[in-house]
């Protein structure tokens, strides 16, 4: 079993590490050794075992393979950055022993892919992306890193995602759609054309929010 720790201690960490226990049902795979806070101070539950701070990880003297249990895509591309230059930490992929996937799909690393999501053909993912529970992704869709999708989402063949973006719950992205980078697509909005960057998209047709 490989040592593992998930950055952050709220609500979604705990998630992950129900997806780590869940892999190990199937594949004894991962030793959790805690969570990671971003600072000294304790999480909000006092039973959560914890490893330490991001300083003591990256002090760590031994290899160890580490998951970023937040939901912020911003936030998770600044760890990612910081920690990825040191040698002795590894990004792993997360798969929940449910995904479906063809063998076509070119995978990064640092993915969280939970219960119920289906890949189909000729997908690219970069890396440190979040992919909810209960998802579809169809043909030849290209994902670049830090995105977070939450669940429910159905994507069309084609479609494009940037980096940092957060694709709401229950959204749906129609066919060779586009976002690029920076952007909110609400829950259950539905993107039926291409956006650039930095827009809050809401509505059935998507539209940019109005301030």
């Excluded at 992950?16 to 000294?40: A, M, P, Y």
């Excluded at 701070?53 to 910081?82: A, Q, R």
């Excluded at 043909?139 to 977070?148: C, E, K, L, Q």
């Amino acid at each position: 079993m490989k040592d593992i720790v998930i950055i952050g201690a709220g609500g979604f960490a705990d998630e992950v590490l129900f997806l780590i226990e869940d892999i190990n049902k199937k594949s004894s795979s991962w030793n959790f050794k805690g969570f990671v806070n971003q600072t000294s101070e304790p999480p909000h539950r006092s039973d959560k075992l914890l490893f330490g701070t991001e300083e003591d990880l990256i002090k760590h003297p031994s290899p160890i393979h580490v998951v970023i249990g937040i939901g912020t895509p911003k936030i998770i591309e600044k760890i990612f950055n910081k920690l990825s230059s040191c040698t002795h930490i590894t990004f792993p992929n997360l798969l929940h022993p449910s995904f479906i996937y063809h063998s076509s799909l070119n995978l990064g690393s640092g993915n969280i892919i939970c219960a119920n999501n289906i890949f189909t053909t000729n997908i690219i993912v970069g890396n440190c992306n979040i992919f909810n529970l209960n998802c579809t992704y169809g043909h030849d869709i290209n994902i670049g890193s830090f995105n977070v999708f939450n669940p429910g989402i159905n994507g069309s063949g084609g479609v494009v995602i940037g980096n940092k973006n957060l694709v709401g719950t229950g959204s749906t992205l129609l066919q060779y759609t586009a976002l690029k980078n920076n952007n909110i697509l609400g829950a259950g909005a539905v993107l039926t054309k291409s956006y650039a960057s930095d827009q809050t998209l809401v509505g059935i047709p998507a539209k940019p929010l109005k301030t």
